[in-house]
Nanobody, 123 residues
């Protein structure tokens, strides 16, 4: 079992930055690929970023590539999402996710989810 707790969301103006954090507990953190998803009001949950257990490989959809780098600190059992050049369309609840396989995260099938943190970007 893995427990995930996100933090760092909030209200920011367009063009600004936020860094989300996700603290994991309950299992060996480095064994898990980690990812971020987001869900805007009335829409489905979309994949945002993923990183392998050792942190050597990352994967992004074109919508955020170059703006939202993902990173992790295995010593702190934490994964981060640095969100830069934010746009109003980035407004959503952002979820942290875990799976032993990175392709499973990219495919939207993680085993574990956090409770989400709200990010609101004003124009």
């Amino acid at each position: 079992q893995v427990q995930l707790v996100e933090s760092g969301g909030g209200l920011v103006q367009a063009g600004g930055s936020l860094r989300l954090s996700c603290a994991a507990s309950g299992s060996t953190f480095s064994r898990y690929a980690m990812g971020w998803f987001r869900q805007a009001p009335g829409k489905g949950r979309d994949f945002v970023a993923a990183i392998t257990g050792a942190g050597r490989s990352t994967y992004y959809p074109d919508s955020v590539k170059g703006r939202f780098p993902i990173s992790r600190d295995n010593a702190k059992n934490t994964v981060y999402l640095q969100m830069n050049s934010l746009k109003p369309e980035d407004t959503a609840v952002y979820y942290c996710a875990a799976h032993s396989s990175l392709p499973a995260i990219v495919g939207g099938r993680p085993d574990y989810w956090g409770q989400g943190t709200q990010v609101t970007v004003s124009s």
